[in-house]
């Protein structure tokens, strides 16, 4: 924990000066204003095993205009036996190599602003994936994608902005059993003008039996990769 008395001040970095891993079979919190793993080439990772389940706070003073979750460098990431719960940041940004949850599900809410996702955001025996945040859900890179397995569902809800794929092309951005997309006050998608290429959000909905639902106030572009 860092910033434990809720003050603004106090950042908690996982390797900033040499590879750091932090393991356990029980629950691990990192706590903090900033909470970043991997800073100047170093690789942070944070692993759960047994039933030992993750939670991420960020903005530890409940300020709501900073705040930040970062995975950063390469090969970071976080990955629990049991569940991973983001919570409280004024920005979440999901880079190195991912997030992973073995068992169970993984939650990123209560972020003020966006959400940028830069790589794997992953689901393992069904578990579901809910990311709602209070402006943008941005995914930003070709290697961007959140996934479930199983019958397990996506929910991702732009409160007042965008779902967007930031980076035109034709790889799966979405894949997950019943997927529910909502910007109530922004697009889903969007078409660059390029002709066969545009921002769609690549959707992998499984099989017949699955379902997207999308909702928005303005435009929605879709592509259904595989399902």
Do not use: C, H, M
Not at 32 to 55: N, P, Q, R, Y
Not at 176 to 192: H, P, V, W
Not at 204 to 217: G, K, Q
Request: hydrophobic share 40%; net charge negative; proline share 0%.
């Amino acid at each position: 924990t860092a910033d434990s008395d809720a003050n603004g001040a106090g950042n908690l970095v996982i390797s900033a000066a040499a590879n750091s891993t932090i393991t356990t079979a029980g629950n691990i919190s990192l706590i903090g204003e900033d909470v970043t793993l991997g800073v100047g080439g170093f690789v942070g990772k944070v692993i759960t095993t047994g039933a030992g389940s993750v939670t991420v706070r960020a903005d530890n003073n409940d300020e709501g205009l900073s705040g930040v979750f970062t995975i950063a460098t390469a090969g970071s990431l976080v990955n629990s036996a049991t569940s991973v719960n983001v919570t409280n940041a004024y920005d979440v940004n999901i880079g190195g190599a991912g997030i992973f949850a073995n068992g169970g599900a993984i939650t990123i809410a209560g972020v003020n602003n966006n959400v940028t996702i830069s790589t794997l955001v992953e689901t393992f025996t069904g578990g579901d994936i809910t990311i709602t945040a209070g402006n943008s859900v941005l995914l930003d890179n070709a290697a961007s994608e959140v996934r479930t397995t199983g019958l397990g569902n996506i929910s991702i809800t732009a409160t007042a902005g965008n779902i967007l794929e930031t980076v035109a092309d034709a790889t799966v951005d979405i894949a997950g059993y019943q997927i529910t997309l909502s910007a109530l006050n922004g697009r889903i998608g969007e078409d660059t003008g390029a002709p066969g290429l545009d921002a769609a959000l690549e959707i992998d909905s499984r099989n017949w039996i699955s379902a997207t639902t999308a909702t928005a106030n303005g435009d929605i572009w879709l592509a259904e990769t595989l399902g």
